[in-house]
């Protein structure tokens, strides 16, 4: 039999691509949590107020991540005093999927000696720890990353981490299948190696963290399994692996002769490999080259037989034949097929091109209908655009004849119509204004952002504090929200005369104030609207000096991204802002604007971008 080693070079691309399918999905699900923590993290800088803000943080991000195990921060000794030295609050998913909350902090519980604490304090980024059995929810095995945590000021006060449970990270890797092996790849029984191929994952000290053999998980290390066998290759491949390496070599691995494939998982010290016995490379080869060889002859004597047979009696039906084909392939599409006298297999090829002429005719019948439904389909989604670009204000400046206030405002939808929104409208010297972001695109958005605009727009009329005005949105919103989507919201009044400014925030981006510096607009986190009928809102004051502008924005705008998939972020919409801080609104909205642009490049973008800027003058 040929070594495994003179493989084509195809199949071997063809197994290193599953190897990079799997190995992508892991650090998929591994950025996803980091990202999430770094989310986390920033919420509980917002909410350090006292531990019970903090436990309430988390809790809310866990409720949009179900599939996270749970948010923890563990914070330096003495923190918060009421908590004494230890405080860890924790968030998490019991077994029956209900979130409960509690501080698994205490001097049992000493997290501040252990390895990971102090690991994640020194690093920048974060980092992922080895996994190990939960001790608080029925000794799952998880894995945790871990991030540095800094209040506003830029102090270190502790960590901020996600779980995850290694189960659920084995599931994904159960859902992986190939054309070549039609099983999961994980999902091989015991006595069935030799038929399959499969994927393994080790920490950094040899310890499984993924294996078919799900008592090797956590429980088994391959640096001791290879210590069992006299052969010297299983000692290399743990050496390359623990290394960080990639490569392939061919061994017997657990009694089968396989060929093994390796590579590290990104941003951890873990390591993946796929495991491919010989019948695997092999046995379907020959079975495929001995029925082409069978189809080959059958097909060769099939068409000798017929050649004699039908070449004396048919060549004038098929010349005939054949100049017809000539006038269908000009576009004469109805031209008439001779007439075969013969019940034989020209007949039956004159009847297929007989019906392929009439497929063609339906066929370009049919485009024809298509392409005008889709332009019509275009027209009406134009339409839809200029009616939803209609019901936001549009010109500016919106009132020319005051001179003590600048507004400027935009709107750029990712899809033809999309789900953000912005108003504004000036009663008895107080300018009433809103933005929003609506879950999802297109057609569905634009209709929950034309229900919220109408909302807005009725109760402005009668009411002026902010919160009452939000929920009497949110009231009917919520009350007929089948699809249960929800709309994230910021309404405020500026008494144009004293500059006090009254606000509420629903679940949306923290606006900024800008004048002789940049800061976050101080806001409560509330639900957004439509996920609770009853919610209930509070109003909050601040006053608006001079030259003061507040700039409210979509997450649109921080979530854009570039071509190398890293987010534009707060901080750097932030350093925009301060070197623009001196320009009027409109100069402040469109160089925002021109900064993102330049940021995004050629990257498709994602979500509707949305900015408002209020100036006192």
């Known amino acids: 039999m040929a070594s495994l080693a003179a493989m084509s070079e ?3 691309g063809r197994y290193f691509g599953i190897l990079h399918i799997a190995n992508e999905k892991v ?3 591994l950025k996803e949590n980091e990202d999430a923590v770094i989310n986390v993290a920033d919420e509980v800088q917002y909410s350090l107020q006292s531990p019970a803000t903090v436990m309430e943080a988390l809790a809310s991000e866990l409720q949009l991540n179900p599939n996270t195990q749970g948010y923890f921060a563990a914070f330096e000794p003495n923190y918060f005093t009421s908590k004494g030295y230890f405080f860890e609050p924790y968030a998490y998913w019991k077994a029956n999927h209900q979130l409960d909350t509690l501080d698994v902090g205490s001097a049992k519980h000493n997290y501040m000696a252990r390895q990971w604490y102090q690991d994640a304090l020194n690093s920048e980024n974060g980092i992922w720890s080895d996994p190990y059995f939960d001790e608080v929810n029925n000794g799952q095995v998880l894995c945790s990353f871990v991030s540095p945590l800094r209040d506003r000021q830029g102090k270190l006060i ?4 996600s779980d995850v449970s290694l189960s659920w990270l084995m599931e994904r890797l159960e859902n992986i299948e190939t054309r070549s092996n039609k099983r999961g790849l994980l999902n091989i029984k015991e006595n069935d190696s030799s038929l399959g191929f499969h994927i393994f ?4 000290n040899g310890t499984y963290i993924a294996h078919p053999d799900r008592k090797r998980i956590l429980k088994g290390n391959m640096i001791e399994y290879a210590k069992l066998t006299p052969d010297t290759l299983d000692d290399y491949l743990v050496k390359e692996m623990l290394s960080q390496k990639q490569g392939s070599l061919s061994m017997k691995l657990d009694g089968v002769r396989s060929h093994i494939i390796y590579r590290p998982i990104e941003n951890t010290q873990w390591s993946m490999a796929l495991v491919i016995p010989e019948l695997a490379f ?8 001995v029925t082409t060889l069978l189809l080959i002859l059958i097909s060769m004597q099939t068409t000798y037989y017929f050649c004699r047979r ?16 000539n006038e269908v392939a000009k576009g004469n599409f109805v031209s008439a097929l001779p007439d075969i006298k013969y019940n034989d297999e020209i007949r039956e090829l004159r009847d297929s091109f007989a019906s392929m002429q009439l497929s063609l005719v339906q066929y370009i019948q049919e485009l024809e209908t298509t392409t005008a439904k889709k332009a019509a389909f275009d027209r009406e989604l134009n339409i839809a655009h200029s009616i939803q670009m209609a019901m936001v204000p549009a010109v500016f400046p919106p009132f020319p004849e005051r001179h003590d206030i600048d507004i400027f405002g935009s709107l750029k939808t990712a899809k033809s119509i999309g789900g953000d929104l912005f108003d504004f409208f000036i009663r008895k010297e107080k300018l009433f ?11 569905p958005a634009a209709l929950v952002m034309t229900v919220i605009h109408a909302l807005f727009r009725t109760v402005v009329i009668h009411e002026e504090e902010p919160s009452r005005m939000v929920s009497m949105i949110n009231q009917p919103f919520s009350e007929d929200n089948d699809q249960m989507m929800f709309c994230t919201f910021f309404l405020g009044v500026l008494d144009l005369k004293t500059g006090e400014l009254s606000y509420t925030n629903a679940g949306h981006e923290p606006p900024l104030l800008i004048n002789d510096k940049v800061t976050l607009l101080d806001v409560t986190r509330n639900l957004p609207l439509g996920i609770m009928a009853d919610q209930a809102y509070n109003t909050q004051h601040i006053m608006m000096d001079k030259d003061t502008t507040l700039f409210i924005y979509t997450d649109g705008l921080t979530d854009a991204t570039n071509i190398d998939n890293q987010r534009f972020s707060r901080e750097r919409l932030i350093k925009t802002a301060e070197i623009m801080k001196q320009t009027d609104s409109e100069m402040l909205v469109n160089g925002i604007i021109q900064t993102i642009d330049a940021y995004v490049g050629k990257a498709e973008q994602a979500d509707d971008l949305t900015m408002l800027a209020i100036k006192m003058k």
Do not use: M, Q
């Open 10 to 12: 195809e199949t071997n």
């Open 27 to 29: 650090e998929k699900i």
């Open 158 to 161: 502790g960590v901020v981490g």
């Open 201 to 204: 994952v080790i920490s950094k």
């Open 282 to 289: 092999f046995g379907p080869g020959i079975l495929l080259g």
């Open 310 to 325: 039908t070449i004396n009696k048919n060549t004038e039906p098929l010349k005939a034949l054949a100049d017809s084909a």
């Open 433 to 443: 204004f809103c933005i929003g972001d609506v879950s999802g695109k297109s057609i």
